[in-house]
């Protein structure tokens, strides 16, 4: 999606606006954020600072608004369907709509994006079909490939292991020349993986052209970001390594979407990466075989009610005389139209062939693993006479 009047849509400077999962503690971080600025446009009441309100043109704020309304609709439509038994296992990401979908505004289609396994609605405005995205929710190995054209890895569950590779596709635009850049999205739990510490410094050395967004929601899984880390201030881990670090209110689609162009900009000029730390809270299920209940209090969740992305946005675009309640409705049926549209065409697409799950570990499958799969295999189909 391209970005009109790119240098206007640069910040300019920060505020130290953003909250941190201890929301009332904004900014008292013991450790010294040094220069991380700290970045908020759009406050939780939808006011936008003028002096830093990006030109990013009005057909591009629509088609950011539908794309975060998209991503909501899905992971709705998803839930529903995985309680129903027609999904797998899904990771939701509810209240994070502004991060995932302004990571993904400023690159063009020659840039590479590198998902987590929360990022689909930035895969879907990348490209990806949405019933592909369910198939791949619900298990079928052929729904993980990117779409032709679609500059996207595959999504990694192995947590932060997607961004050393990341890493290493910015050093080959380096290598060929090539004035484009990737951005790579990873968890407050997936950047205490080694790993990522290796990511981090060889770009800052090899200067590539890597935007690092650490989505940093609270939560891994059932540990808090206070328990994971002794720093809460994850962009102090690119600063430690050289790289330049913002962090961001990851609820601010303007934030984010500035940001990211910023980053981007930077990466395009041969300076090098980035780190984004976007701050933000995973109001859903870490994933639906997942119960919150058990290790965190609904009050927890309070003060980021207030702080929701698309009701900020929609105040914003309400203000800018772009959005009515009656065109919110129309885009909330739209969005709704297209994902039952979506679920129709998976619900259509061939059924799995179970012996498939035996197919790729060996190029020729050993006789032992042959006498598992015929036995297997007879088993199911005796089940199924029996029902
Ligand atoms: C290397 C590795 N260790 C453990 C896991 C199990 N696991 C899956 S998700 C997750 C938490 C990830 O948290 P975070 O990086 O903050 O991302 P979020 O789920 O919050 O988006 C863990 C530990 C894994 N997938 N990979
Ligand atoms: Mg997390």
Redesign the pocket.
């Known amino acids: 999606m391209a970005i009109e009047n790119q240098d206007k849509a640069t910040p300019t400077s920060g505020k130290e606006v953003v909250p941190p999962h201890t929301p009332s503690a904004m900014n008292t971080s013991p450790i010294d954020l040094g220069h991380i600025e700290v970045l908020q446009i759009l406050n939780e009441h939808g006011e936008v600072d003028a002096g830093l309100e990006p030109n990013l043109g009005d057909d591009t704020l629509m088609q950011v608004y539908r794309a975060m309304v998209l991503a909501r609709t899905f992971d709705q439509r998803m839930l529903t369907m995985q309680r129903q038994g027609r999904m797998g296992t899904f990771?939701p990401n509810l209240g994070q709509e502004a991060c995932i979908i302004g990571q993904v505004v400023p690159l063009t289609e020659n840039d590479w994006y590198a998902p987590?396994?929360?990022s689909f609605g930035a895969q879907i405005l990348r490209g990806w079909p949405m019933e592909q995205l369910m198939r791949l929710w619900a298990g079928f190995h052929d729904g993980f490939p990117p779409p032709e054209n679609v500059n996207d890895l595959p999504f990694s569950?192995?947590?932060?292991?997607h961004v050393l590779p990341a890493v290493g596709i910015g050093m080959g635009m380096n290598y060929k020349k090539k004035k484009e850049c990737i951005v790579v999205n990873?968890?407050?739990?997936?950047?205490s993986?080694g790993a990522v510490s290796e990511a981090l410094n060889f770009a800052a050395v090899y200067k590539a052209p890597v935007v690092f967004v650490c989505?940093n929601?609270g939560?891994?899984?059932s540990t808090p970001v206070q328990k994971q880390t002794m720093n809460e201030v994850l962009a102090t881990r690119g600063s430690a390594h050289g790289i330049p670090s913002i962090r961001v209110d990851g609820n601010d689609i303007l934030a984010m979407i500035c940001a990211t162009q910023e980053a981007v900009t930077r990466a395009k000029n041969g300076d090098g990466p980035t780190l984004i730390e976007a701050i933000t809270y995973?109001m859903s299920l870490?994933t639906t075989a997942d119960d919150p209940k058990v290790y965190r209090e609904e009050s927890q969740l309070d003060p980021w009610h207030c702080r929701c992305p698309i009701t900020r946005f929609e105040t914003y675009l309400k203000n800018k005389q772009l959005l009515t309640d009656e065109s919110i409705k129309t885009t909330l049926e739209e969005c709704e139209h297209d994902v039952i549209a979506a679920r129709d065409a998976f619900y259509a697409m061939p059924a799995a062939d179970p012996s498939e799950i035996f197919d790729y570990l060996y190029e020729s499958i050993p006789e032992e693993l042959k006498a598992q799969r015929d036995e297997y295999l007879q088993r199911l189909r005796d089940k199924w006479e029996d029902s």
Do not use: C, F, K, L
């Open positions: 990771a987590s396994y929360r569950i192995v947590i932060g292991s990873y968890g407050d739990g997936a950047s993986q989505e929601n939560w891994a899984i995973r870490h």
